[in-house]
């Protein structure tokens, strides 16, 4: 064998065990697709950017996906001691959110109680927000707080982040 | 030309052995991570199929042990302990005030547990809703709410709080209502998530009083 096979074999397999040492460091724990009822039953899909006019109330529609199966309270449950899906965003970020428009919740019932109708939202769902961007480039983590039900269960509430970039022009 | 053969075959073996190592590692971690899914998934839901339409089977680790103790307050403040219902019946009962399917359950415990008091049977709910120390206004507040819905149910038997200082060992307590039932002598003979049917918690307290 030439020592350029040799070479080659070599870098191959530093190639190889470097790769492997690399994809060892990420536990299967952390990334494996454990029970939706152990994570979040609500799921941020889009923008993960915006451009608005700096100072200027700009409108946003924000994307969320529920898991099929479940149900969240609308923005106005009918009954008092549920808890509503409210957006937010951290006076910190220097983005600030003038108002929002939450969807009309749907009518559902729990089979073992057909008489309580509750506002909910399933599947897919915006909301269209307005907000105040000073110029400049302004990474936002805004809170979606919600609380999430199954026909026979529910969930703890839970916040989750909503991440997006903001470009004030 | 033989000296640069031996060096590189030196460090091929040392890359070999590095590879080998690096494989080893990656699997020792995988059967662990494996094995720690494994023991969670006994004490969690496991949503079967990919929608959760109907609350899937509950398979909890604490199943013919002892329940574990715990000392919580109820809404006046008095402290009260499971280890002081030995001897009873007991259904431990986790629920809150944002949990729909918790009052619609909760009128059957109500009836249940006036049925079968006389027998030894007690019900313990524990409520899971947050509670602010920090914030006493706020605590206050907190603690009318859950005495309002206790009232409107008719909730007769104790109502323990801040619940969420026992999930631990309660397997997490990641879904409502969940419900343990502990036997005359401190041993869980069984457990429901979810709103199942009123028959089956009689049935159920029928197991924890021996019958």
Not at chain 1, 37 to 58: C, D, I, M, N, R
Not at chain 2, 82 to 107: D, H, M, Q
Request: charged share 20%.
């Amino acid at each position: 064998m030439s020592t350029r096979s040799f070479l080659a074999a070599a870098a191959c397999l530093g190639l190889l065990g470097l790769a492997i040492t690399v994809q060892s460091q990420t536990p299967l724990a952390d990334s494996h697709d454990r029970s939706i009822l152990h994570g979040a039953a609500v799921e941020y899909l889009f923008p993960e950017q915006v451009t608005v006019s700096a100072g200027k109330p700009s409108p946003v529609a924000l994307h969320f996906r529920i898991a099929p199966g479940f149900h969240i309270n609308s923005h106005t449950p009918k009954e008092d001691y549920l808890i509503p899906t409210s957006l937010s965003i951290p006076e910190t970020s220097g983005v600030a959110l003038k108002d929002a428009i939450y969807p009309d919740g749907t009518d559902f019932t729990l089979p073992l109680d057909p008489t309580t109708k509750l506002s909910v939202y399933t599947g897919e769902f915006a909301i269209r927000a307005r907000i105040v961007a000073p110029r400049g480039n302004h990474l936002v983590e805004a809170s979606l707080h919600y609380q999430a039900c199954d026909k026979n269960a529910c969930m703890p509430p839970k916040t989750i982040t909503v991440p997006i970039d903001v470009i004030g022009n | 030309m033989k000296r640069n053969s031996i060096v590189l075959s030196i460090v091929l073996l040392l890359l070999a052995a590095f590879a080998w190592a690096g494989w080893a590692n990656w699997e020792y971690r995988k059967q662990a991570a494996e094995k720690r899914l494994a023991s969670a998934a006994k004490a969690e839901l496991v949503a079967d199929g990919a929608g959760a339409g109907d609350i899937p089977h509950f398979v909890s680790p604490l199943m013919s042990h002892p329940a574990p103790d715990f000392t919580l307050e109820d809404l006046s403040g008095k402290k009260v302990s499971l280890a002081s219902y030995r001897g009873k019946a007991v259904l431990i009962n986790f629920w809150a005030t944002w949990c729909g399917p918790c009052k619609i359950e909760t009128p059957w415990l109500v009836e249940l547990r006036n049925q079968y008091a006389s027998k030894g049977f007690e019900i313990l709910g524990v409520s899971l809703d947050d509670l602010d120390t920090d914030d006493k206004k706020m605590l206050a507040q907190e603690k009318r709410d859950i005495a309002k819905f206790v009232a409107q149910e008719h909730m007769q038997y104790p109502v323990l709080i801040d619940g969420g200082s026992i999930d631990k060992p309660y397997g997490g307590l990641d879904a409502l209502p969940t419900s343990y039932f502990v036997d005359r002598t401190g041993k869980v003979v069984a457990t429901q998530l979810g709103l199942t049917s009123k028959d089956d918690i009689e049935g159920n307290i029928h197991k924890a009083l021996g019958e």
